[in-house]
């Protein structure tokens, strides 16, 4: 049996540790895994892997959203940590595959061939990755072209490296249907929206305080917020909303189980700030419940504007659309209903599990 070790970017938490779950359950059974880094006993109650932790903190944000002073800062304290693994030549040779489960850990490529000699590489490709630019594109398009297997979550991304010149197979991160949805009524809803992310930038939580701010004060809005926020996260969004009209915000924290809350809520809020692939615009379609989402490009694989959601330009256009979708039950209805349509799409399919779990023995030449 084959042996792969994952080095995983992050906890199980969130979409991305959920879709690294995802890939995993795929492979268990087929594989010998083992996992190393700060975040390997999330995945793994057992001791971690005892190949240096350096590896893992090895990074190289180079995706949309991301600021240029942070691209070129992690690449050159990476390349430093980089270049200490290589020196200390200590090589593992017992594993058959390196599994990076983000396009963050791309430089750890340079390393596969000297510290663990002729283990091939997957890596999967969870962000808007950039492919150009002088340098930093380059240099992305000569990584990925050095994998075995690239894995992309999303078509879109997938279609954007195939200009490239880089084949990527597209697993996408699937779903379960949930138990007892179909419910057409949004006569009882108890939240006028509804907001994932917790105060993470990318998931716009500054236009999220906005964006209450100035509804509030044009009528009576509740707001669900789901996600981990500070104390000071928590009082700047109570004291933008401050009971204006009569207005509330509810703090759930992280929640495992988002259904109850989906249930009884209007319209989802995604106001990122970069585009990425948004999980919980899936899991609102399955309560059929529409969204509202900045008009970016490369999200097509989930937001079709006026279809199942309503893009917007600018914080003045965002309230515009959350009022005509609040006021017109009708319009409310049909891209609720819509992206019901878009959601089970995402249903999981065991035979997308299958066809994954040979690109993998082919790129491993287990055949």
């Known amino acids: 049996m084959k042996n792969i070790l994952v080095v995983p970017h992050i906890g199980v938490s969130g979409g991305a540790g959920l879709y690294i779950k995802q890939i995993l359950s795929e492979i268990k059974g087929e594989f010998n895994i083992s996992f190393t880094g700060r975040y390997a006993s999330d995945y793994d109650s057992s001791s971690p ?57 791309m430089l750890v490529i340079l390393l596969v061939p000297y510290v663990f000699k002729q283990a091939k590489v997957i890596i999967l490709i969870q962000e808007n990755w950039m492919l150009d630019g002088r340098i930093f594109g380059s240099i992305s398009r000569y990584l990925c072209s050095r994998s075995d297997l690239v894995v992309s979550i999303t078509k879109s991304w997938s279609d954007k490296a195939a200009k490239a010149g880089i084949e990527s197979y597209v697993y996408r991160n699937m779903y379960a249907m949930p138990e007892n ?45 789901l996600g981990e926020l500070s104390k000071d996260a928590i009082n700047k969004l109570k004291s933008s909303v401050n009971s204006h009209n009569g207005s509330e915000v ?5 929640l495992g189980d988002v259904s109850h809350v989906l249930k009884v809520s209007k319209i989802l809020l995604l106001p990122i700030t970069a585009p990425h692939f948004c999980r919980p615009a899936i899991e609102a379609g399955f309560f059929r419940i529409p969204f509202l989402i900045p008009n970016y490009p490369g999200i097509s694989d989930f937001a079709k504007d006026k279809f199942n959601c309503s893009m917007y330009g600018s914080m003045n ?39 994954l779990l040979e690109a993998i023995k082919d790129s491993l030449n287990e055949h």
């Open 317 to 355: 256009e965002m309230i515009t659309s959350a009022l005509k979708i609040l006021d017109d039950s009708e319009y409310l209805n049909k891209l609720g209903s819509n992206n019901y349509v878009l959601a089970r799409d995402f249903v999981y399919s065991a035979n997308s599990g299958v066809q």
């Open 250 to 254: 509810v703090f759930f924290g992280f």
């Open 49 to 105: 892997d005892s190949v240096d932790n350096q590896i893992a903190d090895i990074i190289f944000p180079y995706y949309e959203g991301v600021s240029s002073k942070a691209t070129v800062y992690y690449f050159f304290l990476s390349m430093y940590k980089l270049i200490k693994v290589f020196l200390s030549k200590k090589t593992v040779k017992r594993y058959d595959a390196i599994l990076l489960t983000s396009g963050i850990q």
């Open 181 to 225: 949805v179909g419910d057409d009524s949004f006569n009882e809803k108890s939240f006028d929206f509804v907001y994932f992310g917790g105060d993470q930038k990318i998931k716009g939580f500054e236009q999220l305080v906005e964006f209450c701010y100035r509804l509030s004060r044009l009528r009576s809005i509740r707001v669900g917020i």
